[in-house]
């Protein structure tokens, strides 16, 4: 491959949604798990929804009202200043340990984020995270007002970079975005953090499945949408041996 530049979702890619955990049983004692995945797979369904009805809204509103129906859902009252606190994790969400030493790894080519996220809400996270000082962009899909998988989403590696398709690896852990990125036409290497063998397993082990094993299944394996990616790791280390 020639590829100039490698461009890598955001949300449970780099960042570690599930790190959002502690505060939301900080804030609502016994309903952190719950809350967390609710959360999160409303969050992205809102994002596809609002795609379909070409409503859009940005992303930060699309996690504001995810987290409303979750606690509403849920029968939990709630103050503004408990809602805020929660929402702010989303600027300060934990970078996966393989991150910071894999972007170091594949300089001198283009790096950069593209998210579903705000611009405001990706260069405070980019910036709290420390990560400013290697990515050359970051990309956030607000300016063509539709989310991923939206082909317009993915248009905006080229318009940044002046990049071809065939010149750009794109990275992400979420089995959708991966489908997205490659019906688009780009190299695609799948994060797969999640094996299908601990997949099973966690779902047979017990009568009861967890909030977070529920979560798992139903968003880190490979979807059956015809777009299979060009490559699978098990951590961003292994991208510069790709290349």
Known sequence: MSIKAVVFDAYGTLYDIQSVADVTEDAFPGYGEI????????????????????????????????LAYTLRMLGLAYESEGFERVIEKYLHLDLYPDATGALAALRPRKLAILSNGSPDMLDGLVRNSGLDGLLDATISVDAKKIFKPSPAAYELIGEV????????????????????????????????????????????????????????????????LGFAPDHRVRSLSELPAII
């Open 35 to 66: 809350i967390t995945q609710v959360w999160r797979i409303k969050q992205l369904e809102y994002t596809w929804l609002r795609s379909l009805m070409r409503r859009y809204r940005d992303f930060d509103a699309v996690t504001r009202d995810s």
């Open 161 to 224: 970079f002046g990049t071809k398709t065939d010149e750009v690896l794109f990275v992400s852990s979420n089995p959708w975005d991966v489908a997205g990125a490659k019906s688009f036409g780009l190299n695609v290497a799948w994060l797969e953090r999640v094996t299908p063998e601990a997949m099973a397993l966690a779902c047979v082990e017990t009568e009861l499945v967890a909030p977070l094993t529920m979560f798992k299944a139903i968003r880190t394996q490979m979807d059956e």
